[in-house]
């Protein structure tokens, strides 16, 4: 598992995504994993499965730039736009199926069999046989390399704003 989190790591350094190591007191959505003003707060020894350190990531990653700094605690009780909050949830997902793909670890790091509340074998199936949802909106986003297509990643933090 440290070696899971450790390439996890260097992959979010890589591509410059603010993340930070710390002691978590309070109880969290995820085990071991908050959001503080856009800094993804991780606990190792809190942390159940490293694969949900990338969804999380993936939440900053494809939040809108102006807004990355709001995001605390549980993302979904921020009062931000809800119906953004949910491509957000599905391009938050996408996004870590391209990054997992990146660090060339297996689909099931992100999808693990206690995640996505049963979903996960579904998910590792759609996601193998290509695209699926989240991927437009990455799209969308000029994030996915037009000449490769997904997962194959243009740029990994979204740099445009719909407001």
Not at 2 to 10: E, N
């Amino acid at each position: 598992m440290q070696a899971t989190v450790m390439a996890i790591l260097d992959f979010l350094k890589q591509i410059g995504l603010s993340y930070q190591e710390c002691a978590i007191e309070q109880k969290t959505f995820l085990p071991g994993l908050r959001l503080e003003r856009g800094v993804l707060q991780i606990d190792s020894a809190k942390l159940l499965y490293p694969g949900d350190i990338l969804h999380e990531a993936g939440h900053i990653a494809v939040c809108e730039p102006t807004e990355r700094h709001l995001m605390s605690g549980d993302i979904y009780k921020s009062g931000r736009n809800q119906s953004w909050m949910q491509g957000e949830e599905m391009a938050a997902i996408a996004w870590s199926v391209a990054a997992i793909k990146f660090i060339g670890l297996p689909l099931e790091v992100v999808f693990h069999p206690n995640g996505y509340k049963g979903a996960s074998e579904h998910y590792v199936k759609i996601f193998s046989d290509g695209e699926a949802f989240g991927t437009p909106l990455l799209k969308v986003w000029d994030m996915v390399d037009p000449d490769l297509g997904f997962p194959f990643m243009r740029i990994w933090l979204r740099e445009l704003s719909w407001n």
